[in-house]
């Protein structure tokens, strides 16, 4: 183990069950509709190419990235699209893959970014959820994990930029985390 990582919260074996169960939902779910995914950079993206290979129906893949303007605009809820979709969601079904739903600021942003583009639907999916942290009155269409209020790094999920390569999910040493 990684000597920074206090506690391992979710080992491979773990993610790797939730993400095919979740694979596996979202294939019936979207039987016979035209599946757009799209992974939110940089912290989805091992969940992202995990998941995707668990969904057994035909459909597309783009990618967003985005971050907060900064302190005094965070309330207001606006983000910076760093990068957005190049593909044509218009009439079709769009899920939204992001790691972790924390306030809610990206992911209701970004949803309401997207609707206005004329998808079919637009649903949200997220490997974890937290919701005691929650400033935006919105919910996962899909989650696979509840976690409470703690600060995981791992399996795409950084702190500074690190972390990002283990193939577990866990909790800094506080030590660590200045
Ligand atoms: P939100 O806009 O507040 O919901 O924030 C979502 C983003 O915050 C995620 O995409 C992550 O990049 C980051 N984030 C929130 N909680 C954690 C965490 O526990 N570990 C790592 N990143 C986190
Ligand atoms: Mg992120």
């Not at 950079?41 to 998941?51: C, I, P």
Request: aromatic residues 10%; proline residues 4%; negative net charge.
């Amino acid at each position: 183990m990684n000597p920074e990582i206090k506690t391992i919260l979710y080992s491979e074996e773990d993610l790797s069950k939730a993400v095919s169960e979740l694979g596996n939902k979202l294939t019936s779910d979207y039987e016979g509709r035209e599946l757009v995914l799209v992974a939110v950079l940089k912290g989805s993206v091992l969940f992202f190419a995990d998941l995707m290979r668990c969904i057994d129906l035909p459909c597309t893949i783009d990618f967003m990235a985005a971050s907060s303007y900064g302190s005094s605009t965070v309330s207001s809820g606006k983000l910076n699209i760093k990068k957005d979709i190049s593909c044509d969601i218009k009439g079709k079904d769009v899920l939204i893959v992001e790691d972790i739903l924390d306030t809610g600021t990206t992911l209701s942003y970004l949803k309401d970014y997207l609707a206005q583009r004329e998808p079919a639907s637009v649903k949200l999916c997220t490997l974890f959820d937290k919701p005691a942290r929650r400033k935006k009155p919105i919910t996962a269409d899909y989650s696979c994990f509840t976690i409470d209020d703690q600060f995981i790094v791992g399996y795409g999920l950084d702190y500074d930029e690190k972390f990002r390569n283990l193939p577990y999910v866990g909790i800094l040493d506080p030590g660590y985390c200045k």
